[in-house]
C-alpha cells in the first residue's frame, strides 16, 4: 500500500508560479513511476508531466516548457514546478505512483489560477 499526500495548491494569477509537492509513504526509489495528473471542471483527468524510478521525464505537449517535475530521494518527495500560470491551468492536481501492477492516486490539490 502506498499513500500519496499532495500540498502546494492554492490560488495564484495568471503569469505567476506554484510548485506542488507529493510525498509518498514508501521509498520512492521501490516506485516504478510517479507522475502528476490534473482534472480540470467537466473534463477528463489527464497527463501532467511523470518521472520513471529511472529519472526518465515525459511532458504533455502544452505543459513541456512550463512545468517541471523533480525528485528528492531523501524526503521521498515528487515536485512539480508550474511557471507561467495560465486561468486553463485551473484543475485540481493528483499524484499518481505505480508499483509494480498497481497505482495509487493522493487526494488532490486544488489549483486556481485568476485572470
Known amino acids: 500500500q502506498v499513500q500519496l499526500v499532495e500540498s502546494g495548491g492554492g490560488l495564484v494569477q495568471a503569469g505567476g508560479s506554484l510548485r506542488l509537492s507529493c510525498a509518498a509513504s514508501?521509498?520512492?526509489?521501490?516506485?516504478?513511476?510517479m507522475g502528476w495528473y490534473r482534472q480540470a471542471p467537466g473534463k477528463q483527468r489527464e497527463l501532467v508531466a511523470g518521472?520513471?524510478?529511472?529519472?526518465?521525464?515525459n511532458y504533455a505537449d502544452s505543459m513541456r516548457d512550463r512545468f517541471t517535475i523533480s525528485r528528492d530521494n531523501a524526503k521521498n518527495t515528487v515536485s512539480l514546478q508550474m511557471n507561467s500560470l495560465k486561468p486553463e491551468d485551473t484543475a485540481v492536481y493528483y499524484c499518481?505512483?505505480?508499483?509494480?501492477?498497481?497505482?495509487?492516486w493522493g487526494k488532490g490539490t486544488l489549483v486556481t489560477v485568476s485572470s
Open positions: 518521472m520513471t524510478s529511472g529519472g526518465s521525464t
Open positions: 499518481n505512483a505505480i508499483w509494480g501492477t498497481m497505482v495509487y
Open positions: 514508501v521509498s520512492i526509489f521501490s516506485l516504478n513511476a
